[in-house]
């Protein structure tokens, strides 16, 4: 199985960005799809964002369309998520999941918590307005 640990989580003001990363360890970090999502309290886990395991194809919620951007780097184990002009509606625990996609696509995005297998075990992420 892969381990997942995000980092790059803090205290922020609106309009600011910040880059959050996500390191894999265990197995071979391209043969997995990687999304984020993010939860506050009370409140259900929000996809926000999936990129396929060979980085070709990548999803966004509305929310976020248009100022997050994610990203991997295969041969680093890592991947990313660029978010920018945050908000105080952003601020939240950021998670990110990593998943075999069906039949080993190249392309799937996975969209759903239960798309995905493997998870971090988040990173705070506070924006002050």
């Known amino acids: 199985q892969v381990q997942l640990v995000e980092s790059g989580g803090g205290l922020v003001q609106a309009g600011d960005s910040l880059r959050l990363s996500c390191a894999a360890s265990g197995r071979t970090f391209s043969n997995y799809g990687m999304g984020w999502f993010r939860q506050t309290p009370g409140k259900e886990q929000e996809f926000i964002a999936a990129?396929?395991?060979?980085?070709?194809?990548?999803a966004y919620a509305d929310s976020v369309k248009g100022r997050f951007a994610i990203s991997r780097d295969n041969a680093k184990n890592t991947g990313y998520l660029q978010m920018n002009r945050l908000t105080p509606e952003d601020a939240a625990t950021y998670y990110c999941?990593?998943?075999?996609?069906?039949?080993?696509?190249?392309?799937?995005?996975?969209?759903?918590?239960?798309?995905?297998?493997?998870w971090g075990q988040g990173t705070q992420v506070t924006v002050s307005s």
């Open positions: 990129i396929s395991r060979s980085g070709v194809t990548s």
């Open positions: 999941a990593a998943t075999i996609p069906p039949g080993s696509s190249t392309f799937y995005l996975g969209k759903r918590k239960s798309d995905y297998r493997y």
